[in-house]
C-alpha cells in the first residue's frame, strides 16, 4: 500500500456519461497530481492541486473538470463520456520539500 | 517546453545478465530532477531511482543505476543482474524545479527478462 488511495479501482460506463473518480493522497501531502495513462501510452498530466487550489493545468479536456477538498482530497470528474476516455487514471501526492511522488494504483475506467 | 524521449519500446534481457534502457530529454533549465518509473503487470507505478541535476554523481539504488549526462541530456538506467521480477515498463520522467512541478514521462521501454 502506497497510502494513496484511488476509489474506485474499477469503472464500467456508457458513452454520455458522467464518473467521479476519488483520490486520498498520503497523509501530510499538500499536493495531488491527476494523470491519464491510455492503452499503451505513456502518462499524460492532466492537473495539479496544492492545498485546494489548481496550481497547473495540462492536456486536460474541458468535459474534465477537478478540485481538492479542505480535507486534501481530490476529485477528478469526466463528463460527457467517449470511448476515448477508457483509460486508467492515476492519482499521486508529494509531500512538502520532497521531489519524489506517491502513485496509488490507479482507476481504471472502460466507456462502452 | 519538456520533453522527455525514450527511443527503445522494447528491450529484453537474461535473467542474470546487465541492460541499459535509454532517455533522453530537452530542457533549457538548468536545475530539474530525473526519474524512473517501473510498471509492472499489475500497473502500480513503482519509483525505481531518482536523480538530482545538480548532483554530478550519478544515483544508484541496489542493482539500479543511471548513467546522468548533463550536458548530453541523458539519463540511462542500468539494471545489474536482471531477476525475473524486473520484467515492466520502465518510464524516464522529468520534473522541473520551478513551480510547476508536474512530471513529464516519457513513453515508456518494455522490458522482458528470459530465463
Known amino acids: 500500500d502506497s497510502g494513496v488511495t484511488q476509489t474506485p479501482k474499477h469503472l464500467i460506463t456508457a458513452t454520455g456519461q458522467r464518473v467521479t473518480l476519488r483520490c486520498s493522497p498520503r497523509?501530510?501531502?499538500?499536493?495531488v497530481y491527476w494523470y491519464q495513462q491510455s492503452l499503451d501510452q505513456g502518462l499524460q498530466f492532466l492537473i495539479q492541486y496544492y492545498n485546494g487550489e489548481e496550481r497547473a493545468k495540462g492536456n486536460i479536456l474541458e468535459r474534465f473538470s477537478a478540485q481538492q477538498f479542505p480535507d486534501l482530497h481530490s476529485e477528478l470528474n469526466l463528463s460527457s463520456l467517449e470511448l476515448g476516455d477508457s483509460a486508467l487514471y492515476f492519482c499521486a501526492s508529494r509531500a512538502e520539500g520532497v521531489y519524489g511522488y506517491t502513485f496509488g494504483s490507479g482507476t481504471r475506467l472502460t466507456v462502452v | 517546453a519538456q520533453t522527455v524521449t525514450q527511443s527503445q519500446p522494447e528491450m529484453s534481457v537474461q535473467e542474470a545478465e546487465t541492460v541499459t534502457l535509454s532517455c533522453t530529454y530537452d530542457t533549457s533549465e538548468s536545475d530539474y530532477y530525473l526519474f524512473w518509473y517501473k510498471q509492472p503487470p499489475s500497473r502500480q507505478m513503482i519509483l525505481v531511482i531518482r536523480?538530482?541535476?545538480?548532483?554530478?554523481q550519478n544515483a544508484t539504488e541496489n542493482r539500479f543505476s543511471v548513467n546522468f549526462q548533463k550536458a548530453a541530456k541523458s539519463f540511462s538506467l542500468k539494471i545489474s543482474d536482471s531477476q525475473l521480477g524486473d520484467a515492466a515498463m520502465y518510464f524516464c520522467?522529468?520534473?522541473?524545479?520551478?513551480?510547476?512541478?508536474?512530471?513529464?514521462f516519457g513513453t515508456g521501454t518494455r522490458l522482458q527478462v528470459f530465463p
Open positions: 497523509s501530510g501531502d499538500l499536493s
Open positions: 520522467a522529468y520534473r522541473s524545479a520551478s513551480f510547476t512541478d508536474k512530471l513529464i
Open positions: 536523480q538530482e541535476a545538480y548532483k554530478q
